[in-house]
Each structure stands twice: as structure tokens, then as C-alpha cells.
């Protein structure tokens, strides 16, 4: 089949981490009654997004919040990508981790964000993910029945670099667990979306937290859905909720047959330069 289903939950994350998980099983069962195949959290949907909890939250692999979303994903026999956690290795690292479960809870993938989000803009946003987080070193992509996903970490998708090796992976969808905020996300959040779709002839799509305004990180929101031709497919405003949107891998092959940028590419010029 060429085609599925996907929804992209944007939950609001309070300090209760239970509460937590029970609004990401709310709108897991509600999407899974729509008949998805596919459902994606936000980054960090289980902890609050400040430095300070990270280790307060951390969980080893195979922890509660591992078990829970691999039982889901079970129950409703549907792949899905684990927004992403706080996790802690035995030697008391913590990463920024995503985990994605296939229909039979296994889990099929894992990226640990690779690049830390540490910004200071004069006047705006300041956040400094390496006080806590160490660095993942992968790039990420897992198998479905419909295509190959990419998998990367919001800040991670501003690095093209990174997406361009997802897809000579041979990825065709491309999926970010995010949480820009209210300096960047205005900027650059649709921006990049699009770009990344465009440059790459695949399937853009940001899942956000809902926007906060009593947190100390408040998440710009905006969950998006961007086709490989660079059309806006679904795009959220600030509040907590959810949409499904259809990804046509035939679509992907559509365009890359007529426009074949791909193949395009002076890999022999570039080479020399990087
Ligand atoms: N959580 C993040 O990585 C935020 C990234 C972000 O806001 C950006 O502008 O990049």
C-alpha cells in the first residue's frame, strides 16, 4: 500500500509526568478510533522543558514511560514515535531520546537528538540543553510496510545535512518530535518545514507541544504536515489537539520522477568542497 495515516498529537506537558502520560493515551485512543497507522508526541511530551528536570525525569530504556507507549502501541496495533523523553544510561548520561514502537510495541527505532539545542538571542530566547543532555551520535531511519522514515529532534532539523543523509537512507518521510518557542518558531518554524521538504522531495512533519504561557519554556506550538512539492498539508495554531494527515508515497515518487533533483545532484563538485 502507498498510503497512510498519521496523527500528530499536540498535548500540552504539565509537571505531573502520570498526567502526562494519561493526555498522550487520550489522544492516542481518540486518533486510533479515526483508524490510524501512525501516531507522533511531541519532544519531551512527559517532562516540562527545562534543563533542570531533565535529570529529575531521566528514565532508563525499557523504563515506565518506554513500557507504556510499547503497550499502545500494542493495544492498537499501531507504529508509534515516542515524541521524546529524558532518558539516562548507567553512567548517568542523559539524552534527549525518541523511541518509535511498531504494532507489536517492539521497538523499531531510537534517536538521541544530535545536536543540543544551546541558543542566547539578544532579547529573546536563551536555552542551553548541554547544562544536562550530552550529544546522540546517529542518524536515524526505520522501515514500515508504507516507506522509510526519517527521525530527528527539533533543533536536529536545522541542520540539512542531517536530513540529506536520511534520505539517502532512503527515507521519504521525514518526522520531528519538536518545541520551538516563541523567538524562533515565528521566524523560521514553517520555513524550515517547507525547505527540508522541498530540498529533499519528502514529507515534512513537526509535531509540537501545545504553547504554555505559565511555563518557563513556552513551545511555540504550530504542529505542521508539508508535502514533498512544498504544500502546507496541516498546520495547528498554539492550542492542545490533534490532526490526522494522509502521506501518498506515490506522490513522493511523483515528484521525484518529474523533477529528479535528486539524481540531479554534482555529487563530484560537492565532495570537493566538504
Ligand atoms: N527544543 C529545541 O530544540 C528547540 C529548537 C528551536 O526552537 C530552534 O529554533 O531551533
Known sequence: MRHMYLAVI???????????????TKFINKACEQKVDMVILPEM???PYNTSNFPIYAELENGDTYKYLSDLAKKHKVYI??????????NGNIYNTSYVFDRKGKQIAKHR??????IQIEGGQYFKESDTLNAGNNVTTFNT???TFGLAICYDFRFPELSRMMVNNGAKAIIIPASFNLTTGPAHWEILFKSRAIDNQVYTIGC????????????????I??????????RMDEKEGYFICKLDFSYVDKIRNELPLLSHR????????T
Open 81 to 90: 514515535v515516542g515524541g521524546s523523553i529524558p532518558e539516562k544510561d548507567f
Open 208 to 223: 509540537s507541544s501545545s504553547r504554555d504561557c505559565s511555563a518557563s519554556y513556552i513551545s511555540y506550538g504550530n504542529s
Open 45 to 47: 511530551f512527559n517532562c
Open 225 to 234: 504536515a508539508v508535502s514533498p512539492w512544498g504544500e502546507i498539508i496541516n
Open 113 to 118: 537528538k544530535v545536536h543540543l539545542f544551546n
Open 145 to 147: 510496510e508504507f516507506a
Open 266 to 273: 554534482r555529487l563530484d563538485l560537492y565532495n570537493q568542497n
Open 10 to 24: 499536540q498535548m500540552k506537558t504539565t509537571e505531573d509526568k502520570l498526567t502526562n502520560l494519561k493526555t498522550a
